[in-house]
């Protein structure tokens, strides 16, 4: 089983759609939970970051984290092709000295004018 | 403030080659991470170096990578006899200092391509 699941999609929506993107987790030790988005052929830029529990917006997207049902999820409202990317959740738990990143394999989105 | 830079962006080896990636971290950043990210799959964590030392190693195969950050320069990942295997894009992330939870900042990447 991996640490980090997540659904590859792709995820194919129209422009203005609510689009929600989740992913689970089975190590209880994560604390710090991200959300990048990769254009094709680019580097993963910080979307979301939240610690521990509850909910975090930023503009057109919010991030969710159920720590009890080991769940994250991030919405994004009106969504724009501009939106059409690779959606990556990570986590960490900063243990032992090390703040690596487990990343899910992403979800591709593709939002049609 | 210039990001991550990474060089070169693309590489071509032949199979029993050496490959070696380069990684600017950001300034003022003395931690880098590197990853690698296999087709149709997430970014896979290999080490976690600070200048000069390796912290975290758990992640990198146990035979012909290696990864170097020293006092000056750029940090070094270095694949000796590549194989196909090896093919895949390489990212570098930078962070100031660790504290838990810092944000790490990433580089465009280097896309190997072993044939």
């Known amino acids: 089983q991996k640490e980090v699941e997540q659904d590859p999609g792709p995820l194919s929506v129209p422009e203005g759609a609510i689009v929600s993107l989740n992913c689970t987790y089975s190590?209880?030790?994560?604390?710090?939970f991200m959300w990048y988005r990769q254009y094709s052929r680019k580097g993963p830029e910080l979307l979301m970051y939240?610690?521990?529990?509850g909910n975090k917006e930023d503009g057109r997207f919010t991030a969710q984290v159920d720590k009890s049902s080991k769940y994250i999820s991030l919405f994004i409202r009106d969504s724009q092709p501009s939106d059409s990317a690779t959606y990556l959740c990570?986590?960490?738990?900063?243990?032992?000295?090390?703040?690596?990143?487990?990343f899910g394999t992403g979800t591709r989105l593709q939002v049609f004018p | 403030n210039a990001g991550v830079m990474q060089n070169p962006r693309h590489l071509v080896r032949r199979r029993g080659q050496e490959a070696r990636l380069r990684c600017s971290p950001m300034?003022?950043?003395?931690?880098v991470y590197w990853y690698r990210q296999l087709p149709e799959e997430g970014l896979k964590f290999m080490v976690y170096?600070?200048?000069?030392?390796?912290?975290?190693e758990s992640g990198m195969p146990k035979e012909r990578f290696s990864a170097e950050f020293p006092k000056e320069g750029p940090s070094i990942l270095r694949i000796q006899q590549v194989v196909r295997g090896d093919s895949a894009a390489y990212f570098c992330?930078?962070?100031?200092?660790?504290?838990?939870?810092?944000?790490?900042?990433f580089g465009q990447g280097t896309r190997l391509t072993v044939v």
């Open positions: 992330a930078s962070s100031p200092f660790f504290r838990e939870g810092t944000e790490a900042f």
């Open positions: 190590n209880s030790a994560f604390q710090y």
């Open positions: 939240t610690y521990s529990s």
């Open positions: 990570a986590m960490s738990s900063a243990a032992y000295n090390t703040d690596k990143l487990i």
């Open positions: 300034k003022g950043h003395s931690h």
């Open positions: 170096l600070q200048k000069e030392n390796i912290i975290d």
